[in-house]
């Protein structure tokens, strides 16, 4: 299938909550890399990581993708996304975030999805209190630190 149509069968099938569609797009052996909740390898993992994760902490999702480009190899995107927070201390609390994806392709399927966008904005909407704040940011940027191409970085 050609990018722009897995970009519309990807954020579908996120919208309506089917991981067992999300999945079948990604390889055997194919990674979702979630901003919030991590990695997940494998199909089974994916398909519950939208069904219990997404769908067990949200409601309403909406995701529009746009200006994606593929060389078959890679694919890039743009996007907006949404979703109602159902979680304890946010429930009903609406979430909007603008971000980019990166897709690594591999026979015609997702070998690694990974996306970026401002997450601490997302979370402020949410109402996390400070402390909460920090300690997630904080976790995130000892993730970063741990990443063998960003540790001459931190090196200076």
């Known amino acids: 299938m050609d990018f722009a149509t897995m970009l519309k ?9 089917d991981g067992t ?11 979702y890399h979630d901003t919030f909740y ?3 390898k494998g199909r089974a993992a994916i398909r ?17 993708a746009f200006d994606g480009v593929s060389d078959s190899r890679l694919g890039y995107c743009c996007w907006n996304f949404s979703y109602t927070s159902s979680q304890t201390g946010s429930a009903g609390k609406r979430v909007v ?5 990166r897709f690594r392709l591999r026979d015609g399927l997702i070998e690694h999805y ?7 904005m997302a979370l402020v909407q949410m109402d996390f209190a400070p402390e909460r704040l920090t300690k997630l940011l904080r976790r ?3 993730g970063l630190r741990e990443k063998p191409a960003l540790r001459a970085h931190f090196a200076g």
């Open 97 to 101: 975030a603008e971000g980019m994806s």
């Open 38 to 40: 991590g990695e997940f």
């Open 114 to 120: 990974g996306e970026k966008f401002d997450s601490g």
């Open 21 to 31: 569609r999300l999945a079948n797009l990604f390889t055997e052996d194919g990674v």
């Open 48 to 64: 519950d990581m939208l069904e219990q994760r997404f769908w067990g902490d949200a409601t309403a999702f909406k995701w529009d």
């Open 140 to 142: 995130w940027n000892d």
């Open 9 to 17: 069968e990807f954020t579908a099938a996120v919208e309506a909550g």
